[in-house]
T-cell receptor, first 114, second 114 residues
């Protein structure tokens, strides 16, 4: 049973470009959480999604960031017009029910903005 | 506002010794306290977790101690081994809320020396 998959694992973008990060949850999981880890810091919650619904986006910057989890396909975290401060590791986690269930993390996407 | 405070930031322990990492939380609504282990370049992996209805939980060499009145919990690693060298994160969430996003501590980099 494959775990949570994220791609790309490493992404380099120049300032002003767009970054698209993908997350495929574990089989049977319909709840996805995105977290951001800045260098030497802990993980910070960004957004929680279920299929076709954004449940909580309180941790996501209001501008330039968006997330989706379509009925078919992976969850996408999109960052428009990236800035150097967006450089971080972005992790997604999935769970089966979203209630009293373990979150399993992917290997992360390390975004570097030049 | 940091809702989960973790200490120490880094820890060096001799092989065979006991590693102790401490966390304190502010939000009394938290009722699920997991510890995650992260190796370089990897995503966090759940190590052990506790609910506040018990004061201690043990799994192999790993023990969580929980003090509800003090709003503190700690991870003890007995007989520490070089393979335990990793970054450890405590976290907290509210189970059954319909949104079980995790609030993480800032992490402890543990190094086990021979």
């Amino acid at each position: 049973n494959a775990g949570v998959m994220q791609n790309p694992r490493h992404l380099v973008r120049r300032r002003g470009q767009e970054a698209r990060l993908r997350c495929s949850p574990m089989k049977g999981h319909s709840h996805v959480y995105w977290y951001r880890q800045l260098p030497e810091e802990g993980l910070k919650f960004m957004v929680y999604l279920q299929k076709e619904n954004i449940i909580d986006e309180s941790g996501m910057p209001k501008e330039r960031f968006s997330a989706e989890f379509p009925k078919e396909g992976p969850s996408i975290l999109r960052i428009q017009q990236v800035v150097r401060g967006d450089s971080a590791a972005y992790f997604c986690a999935s769970s089966r029910s979203g209630v009293t269930d373990t979150q399993y993390f992917g290997p992360g996407t390390r975004l570097t903005v030049l | 506002q940091q809702q989960v405070k973790q200490s120490p930031q880094s820890l060096i322990v001799q092989k065979g010794g006991i590693s102790i990492i401490n966390c304190a939380y502010e939000n009394t609504a938290f009722d699920y306290f997991p510890w995650y282990q992260q190796f370089p370049g990897k995503g966090p992996a759940l190590l052990i977790a506790i609910r506040p209805d018990v004061s201690e939980k043990k799994e192999g060499r790993f023990t969580i101690s929980f003090n509800k009145s003090a709003k503190q919990f700690s991870l003890h690693i007995m007989d520490s081994q070089p393979g335990d060298s990793a970054t450890y994160f405590c976290a907290a969430s509210i189970l059954g809320s319909g949104n079980e996003k995790l609030t993480f501590g800032t992490g402890t980099r543990l190094t086990i020396i021979p």
